[in-house]
C-alpha cells in the first residue's frame, strides 16, 4: 500500500485528484489539506510514501513546501501538481518523483502511479541490504551484492560524486559550473547542470535508492542516510581519539584500498586525495610503531610496504621499513630497500637520502 497525502490550496481540485486516485487500490489517501503548513506538520508525523503537491499556492509555495516536507520525511516522493510547463526543470532538478499538468488526464496519472508503484516494489526487495559507496579507487556504488548502479552520463556521475564529497552543505549553482563546466558557455552549463541532475534522479530511483538513503534538495545539499561509505568512514575513524586506537588505526589502514578517486581525474577532488592520503600516511605511521613495539613485525613489515607502494617518496616510511628490518636481522632486505630508495629519489628528485637512513644500515 502507498500512502499520500493531498495538498492544494483549491478544495475542487482536491476533490479531483481524490477522485482519479481512488480507481488505484495500492493508493490510500492518508489526508487532504488546503493548508500546506498544517500538512507539512502532518507529513513529519505518518511519512508518507507520496505527497501530491500544488506548485501555485499564496500562502506557501510548492517550491519551499517540498524543501520542508523532504527535511522531515526524506524517504516521501514529491509528485508536483501544476498548470505550468515550466516548472518542470525546477521540480527535477528538486528531486521531485514526478509532475501533473493540469487538468489531469488519466493517462498521465496512471504512469505517475506505475513510477510510484515500480519504486516501491524495489524498494521492498532492497530494504534488507545496504548501500555500499566505494571512493578509495574509481568510484562506484550499488547494493550490496549487485552489479553498481549505472550512469546515463559521465557528468551526473561526477556531479554526484563532488556532491558527495561536500555531503551536508549547500553548494550555490555558480559553483558547481565554476568547478565542473568552467571552460563552457554559461547557458550551456546551465542545461548541462539541469540534465546531469535530472540523470541523477533517474539513476537513483532506478536503481531503488530512495531519500532516506539519498537526498538531494534544491541548496545542492546531498545527505547521507544509512550506508557503506568507505572515505566517510575513514574520516570518522581519523576524527577519532578515544577507544581502542589500534583497532580504529587498522580499520583505517583497511579502508585506503587505492588513493581517494584514483583514476577519475576529476581536478577539484585533488585537495581531498591530498588530505585523505597524509592522514593514510600518519595511520600507517603509527599503526607500524605500535606493531613493532608489540614485536609484530610481519604486519608492520605488510603496512609499511603497502604504504611504500603508494608513496615511494615518503622518508619516515622507509626509515621504519631500515629500522624493522634492522631490529628482525634481515640486513639483505634492509640494504635491498635503502639501494632501491636512494636510486629512485636520486633519479626521479635528483637527492640523496638522509644520512640518518644511511646509518640504519651501517
Not at 65 to 77: E, K, N
Not at 192 to 219: D, M, P
Not at 301 to 306: A, F, G, I, S, T
Not at 339 to 353: D, F, M, R, T, V
Amino acid at each position: 500500500m502507498i500512502t499520500a497525502i493531498l495538498i492544494d490550496d483549491m478544495r475542487p481540485a482536491l476533490r479531483e485528484l481524490e477522485f482519479l486516485l481512488k480507481r488505484y487500490p495500492e493508493i490510500s489517501i492518508a489526508g487532504m489539506y488546503t493548508d500546506p503548513f498544517e500538512a507539512i506538520e502532518k507529513i513529519g508525523e505518518l511519512k508518507p510514501q507520496a505527497v501530491f503537491l500544488d506548485i501555485n499556492m499564496p500562502q506557501l509555495q510548492g517550491m519551499d513546501a517540498a524543501s520542508r516536507i523532504l527535511d522531515l520525511s526524506p524517504g516521501t516522493d514529491i509528485v508536483f501538481v501544476t498548470a505550468y510547463d515550466q516548472y518542470a526543470v525546477e521540480a527535477f532538478e528538486l528531486h521531485a518523483m514526478d509532475y501533473l499538468l493540469k487538468p489531469i488526464t488519466e493517462e498521465r496519472l496512471e504512469k505517475t502511479v506505475g513510477r510510484l508503484r515500480d519504486k516501491a516494489s524495489v524498494t521492498m526487495e532492497r530494504h534488507s541490504t545496504k548501500l555500499q559507496i566505494r571512493c578509495f579507487g574509481r568510484f562506484r556504488m550499488g547494493w550490496e551484492g549487485q552489479e553498481p548502479i549505472k550512469w546515463r552520463i559521465e557528468k551526473a556521475r561526477e556531479l554526484f560524486t563532488f556532491l558527495l564529497q561536500n555531503h551536508g552543505r549547500d553548494i550555490s549553482r555558480d559553483e558547481l559550473l565554476d568547478k565542473l563546466w568552467p571552460e563552457a558557455d554559461p547557458e550551456k552549463a546551465v542545461k548541462q547542470l539541469y540534465n546531469s541532475t535530472y540523470f541523477i534522479r533517474k539513476a537513483l530511483e532506478g536503481y531503488g535508492i530512495g531519500r532516506a538513503v539519498i537526498s538531494i534538495n534544491n541548496s545542492y545539499n546531498l545527505k547521507l542516510g544509512e550506508a557503506d561509505w568507505d572515505a566517510g568512514r575513514f574520516c570518522e575513524l581519523a576524527a577519532n581519539n578515544g577507544g581502542d586506537r589500534i583497532r580504529t588505526l587498522e580499520e583505517m589502514e583497511a579502508l585506503y584500498a587505492e588513493d581517494y578517486l584514483g583514476g577519475e581525474f576529476y581536478p577539484w577532488s585533488d585537495y581531498e586525495r591530498e588530505r585523505l592520503s597524509k592522514l593514510y600516511d600518519q595511520c600507517v605511521i603509527e599503526l607500524s610503531k605500535n606493531y613493532m613495539n608489540e614485536k609484530k613485525f610481519d604486519r608492520a613489515e605488510n603496512v609499511l610496504l603497502k604504504a611504500y607502494r603508494k608513496n615511494p617518496y615518503l622518508e619516515d616510511i622507509s626509515g621504519l621499513l631500515l629500522k624493522l628490518y634492522c631490529e628482525t636481522g634481515n640486513r639483505s632486505s634492509a640494504i635491498k630497500h635503502y639501494n632501491s630508495y636512494a636510486a629512485l629519489i636520486k633519479e626521479e628528485l635528483g637527492i640523496s637520502p638522509d644520512k640518518k637512513l644511511k646509518e640504519l644500515i651501517g
